[in-house]
C-alpha cells in the first residue's frame, strides 16, 4: 500500500528554535496534504490543507506565521513550526491523498514535538 | 462544532467479544466514511471505509454497518484479539472536489482483556 514518510520522528527543541518536519509520498504524487495536531487522548485536529504550488489554506484559529507550511513537490510537504514555545509540544501528523484515486487518505506516523 | 459525534469514549471487552463503536453525522454531503486505528505515538491506519451506496461492509473481522436515513454508521470487531487493543477513530468527508478534509470524530480506546 501507499506509504506516507515523516521526518524526524521525534524532537526536542529549545524554546524559541524553529523546527521543521517532512512528510513525503514515497510511492504516489501527492497535489494535496494535510496537517494535523494530536494532543494526549484526543482526537486530529486539522490544522492546514497544503496544495502543491500554491499557499496552504490553515483551518480557523491556526497561525499562519506560526505554522509554515511548504508544499515544493508533488511528494514533499514540510511543517515548520516557528519560534516553538512549550505550548507548542504535541504530536504532528501529516497525511496525503494519491492523485490516482479519489477517496483514501494515507497518514504518517508522526512526529513527536517536545519543546523545553 | 464536531461534525462526527462517536461513542463510547472506552471500553473494555473480553478476548472473543464483539467491540461495538457508534458514530452519527449531521453533513448529508459526506459521501465517505472511514474507519482509523491507531497505536500509541503511531500514526493512524486506515481499518476499512464504507461509501453510502451499501449498508454493510465486511474485511475479516472488522464490520461497517451504515444507515443512510439514521445519518450513522458503526463499526464491529469480531472475535476482539489482545492486538486489537488500540484507540479507533470515524471519520467523514466528502470524496469529490478540493474540499476533501476529513471530519473524526473524538476517538474510542478499545482494551481487549485476554
Known amino acids: 500500500g501507499a506509504v506516507v514518510s515523516q521526518h524526524p520522528s521525534r524532537v526536542i527543541c529549545k524554546s524559541g528554535t524553529s523546527v521543521k518536519i517532512e512528510c513525503r509520498s514515497l510511492?504516489?504524487?501527492?497535489?494535496?496534504m494535510f496537517w494535523y495536531r494530536q494532543f494526549p487522548k484526543q482526537s486530529l485536529m486539522l490544522m492546514a490543507t497544503?496544495?502543491?504550488?500554491?499557499?496552504?489554506?490553515?483551518e480557523q484559529g491556526v497561525e499562519k506565521d506560526k505554522f509554515l507550511i511548504n508544499h515544493a513537490s508533488l511528494t514533499l510537504s514540510t511543517l515548520t513550526v516557528t519560534s516553538a514555545h512549550p505550548e507548542d509540544s504535541s504530536f504532528y501528523i501529516c497525511?496525503?491523498?494519491?492523485?490516482?484515486?479519489?477517496?483514501?487518505?494515507?497518514f504518517g506516523e508522526g512526529s513527536r514535538l517536545t519543546v523545553l | 462544532q464536531q461534525q462526527v459525534k462517536q461513542s463510547p469514549q472506552s471500553l473494555i471487552v473480553q478476548k472473543g467479544g464483539i467491540s461495538i463503536i457508534n458514530c452519527a453525522y449531521e453533513?448529508?454531503?459526506?459521501?465517505?466514511f472511514p474507519w482509523y486505528q491507531q497505536f500509541p505515538g503511531k500514526g493512524p491506519a486506515l481499518l476499512i471505509a464504507?461509501?453510502?451506496?451499501?449498508s454493510e461492509k465486511k474485511e475479516g473481522r472488522f464490520t461497517i454497518s451504515f444507515n443512510k436515513s439514521a445519518k450513522q454508521f458503526s463499526l464491529h470487531i469480531m472475535d476482539s484479539q489482545p492486538g486489537d487493543s488500540a484507540t479507533y477513530f470515524c471519520?467523514?468527508?466528502?470524496?469529490?472536489?478540493?474540499?476533501?478534509?476529513?471530519?473524526f470524530g473524538a476517538g474510542t480506546t478499545v482494551t481487549v482483556r485476554a
Open positions: 497525511s496525503a491523498r494519491d492523485d490516482r484515486y479519489t477517496g483514501e487518505l494515507f
Open positions: 510511492d504516489f504524487q501527492a497535489t494535496t
Open positions: 497544503s496544495n502543491e504550488g500554491s499557499k496552504a489554506t490553515y
Open positions: 453533513n448529508t454531503a459526506f459521501d465517505y
Open positions: 464504507i461509501r453510502p451506496d451499501v
Open positions: 471519520a467523514a468527508s466528502r470524496s469529490l472536489g478540493n474540499d476533501y478534509k476529513l471530519s
